[in-house]
């Protein structure tokens, strides 16, 4: 039978609830089982595609194009496994599947209800994930908090599956905080216990308590959660604060979690091999070099917005022994202001992320220059990447106004223009290039160097391209486009050999970094910002 653990959380929103999902797979995994992981999200959006990163976060792309929440990322991070774009569930699609089915007349002339209709497609969405992942362990987060009106469907759902799946194959894990009064130093649990009395009202209750707070929970306190929750004392355990995300897995093995997990739904217990991840722990924490990077976006105000590149730059940082500082610069500061490249002075490196539409864009355009004229290892993702062939065009190649259709759609070089095949596209959710696509990389250059390999697969998120009507124009001048679609239509990486590192590409390289493995192109930017810090003439990749 497939075992089900379901994650909730209360008090508040953010509360962690993806690093202790992702913790609590992995601590299964390394004990040799398969899982996966589904993120619940209760907003009514089909996905989070249309969603400026401001209101929910990145958007993560999975490989096989889903738009989705940016829990997904943690999860593969945390396994190096893939997930489909069906293990993100929504409150949009099941009521879009239900009122669909409505309008056929499948439910033959009843009354459509929450329950059991709504409650009935989310349970067949949860058991339909187990059936094509054929995982003995499916983990589901749900979004939000409890209490909330939008998340009862889904709490009425999990509620149904221990009636029908059976008790020794459902497990709940509630996560809740635990604050600590600045004035008194005290550990308050009274919140906690208010969102597991919610939880229990809707018939829910935890297997487990998981309390977060900001250092390790006194005994005291543990047996008073133990008690409120009615749950045995050793069914507690403590998120407590820890200089990375990637050492809560270790810390909750420590208190017993994982053991816990498997005696309850009865799985084979095994012994844990911790060895590689503990090797990568270790290396982040020990470390030899330090590098300041700028990052220069437009969603600059939330960290969130760029998840998994903070979480690649991590990768790369702990591959090359170097601990790497992002400052968040918003770039509408650099155009506004005449002096504004100033704060990129002393900076090892200048990174320009992902991005949409006008606002920001001329002061990406200025840290492109400035990295470039200055010979500051540069890195562009996706916008970064279009932006970058227009800062070359406008400043090296004579092309004064050169610019992007999407900034604008009258600019007289449009060295960046929509593909054709979105020319006639009106649906903007779910429309763009998505996903996973192959790029062929050229021999002999800076790509190649760093992927090893003539073919990769790496994952897309656009619209706009390189016009090819301006490819001969930007090569004659320097820019060497070394990567490319295998039919030579698109153009997906771009590097400058004349500078000590200018690289950008097309695709979302982030996507697929994991702890163990850096994503190429983040370890080459780290790398060539360490090397030149340390006055080499060249990066040694």
């Known amino acids: 039978m497939v075992k089900y653990i379901f994650v909730t959380g209360g008090v508040l929103s953010s509360v962690g609830k993806g690093i202790i999902t992702s913790s609590i797979g992995k601590m ?26 401001y209101i929910h976060g990145e958007v993560f792309v999975t490989e096989d194009g889903g738009e989705t929440d940016l829990d997904l990322g943690g999860y593969e991070r945390f396994l190096d496994i893939n997930l489909p774009k069906e293990n993100n569930v929504t409150t949009g699609q099941i009521y879009q599947t239900v009122i669909d089915r409505e309008r056929r007349g499948d439910f ?22 187990a059936d094509q992942s054929k995982a003995q362990v499916v983990l589901t987060e749900l979004g939000g908090t409890v209490g909330d009106i939008e998340g009862l469907p889904f709490l009425e759902a999990i509620r149904q599956m221990r009636l029908e799946e059976g008790f020794d194959n459902i497990f709940y894990v509630h996560l809740a905080l635990i604050p600590i009064l600045d ?19 809707i018939g829910i209750q935890p297997d487990i308590i998981v309390a977060r707070c900001r250092k390790m929970i006194e005994k005291d306190i543990r047996n008073k959660v133990a008690l409120f929750g009615t749950i045995p004392e050793e069914a507690v355990f403590c998120s407590y604060n820890v200089p990375s995300i990637y050492k809560v897995p270790l810390i909750l093995d420590e208190q017993g979690m994982g053991d816990y997990i498997c005696r309850r739904l009865r799985l084979t217990q095994k012994k844990p091999h911790w060895s590689e ?28 917005s760029y998840a998994s590149m903070n979480e690649a730059f991590r990768h790369a940082g702990a591959a090359c022994q170097t601990n790497v500082i992002i400052n968040y610069i918003e770039a509408e500061n650099l155009e506004n202001n005449p002096d504004g490249v100033k704060v990129l002075e002393g900076t090892d490196g200048i990174f320009i992320p992902y991005g949409f539409g006008p606002r920001g864009t001329e002061g990406k355009i200025r840290g492109i220059q400035f990295a470039r004229e200055n010979n500051i290892p540069f890195l562009g993702v996706c916008y970064g990447f279009q932006l970058a062939v227009v800062e070359f065009a406008r400043h090296v190649c004579g092309l004064d106004a050169a610019n992007s259709t999407e900034i604008n759609p009258v600019t007289p070089y449009p060295v960046i223009d929509l593909m054709p095949e979105q020319r006639h596209v009106n649906n903007k959710g779910g429309t763009m290039r998505l996903g996973a696509h192959e790029v062929r990389v050229h021999k002999n250059t800076t790509a190649y160097t760093l992927y090893g390999v003539e073919r990769i697969f ?5 619209r706009w391209e390189v016009n090819l009507e301006y490819w001969d124009i930007l090569g004659k001048n320097g820019m060497v486009f070394s990567g490319n679609s295998p039919d030579g239509r698109r153009k997906e990486i771009l590097e400058l050999p004349e500078r000590f590192f200018f690289f950008a590409s097309q695709f979302h390289g982030e996507f697929k970094s994991r702890p163990t493995k850096p994503e190429p192109e983040y370890y080459g930017f780290i790398k060539a910002c360490i090397d030149k810090k340390l006055g080499k003439t060249k990066p040694e990749f």
């Open 28 to 53: 299964l995994q390394v004990r040799g089982f398969d899982v996966t992981v589904i993120k619940v999200d209760p907003y009514v959006n089909v996905d989070a595609g249309t969603m400026n990163p």
């Open 458 to 462: 790496e994952r897309h998120r656009h």
């Open 108 to 129: 033959l002339g009843r009354c459509v209800q929450i329950i059991p209709h709504v409650t009935n497609e989310i349970k067949r969405r949860i058991t339909s994930v």
């Open 277 to 304: 991840w503990k090797k990568f722990v270790d290396s982040s924490e020990n470390l030899k070099h330090e590098v300041e990077i700028a990052l220069i976006g437009k969603y600059a105000g939330l960290v969130d």
């Open 183 to 201: 004035v008194t130093g005290e550990m308050k649990t009274k919140p906690l216990q208010h969102s597991v009395n919610e939880l229990r009202r």
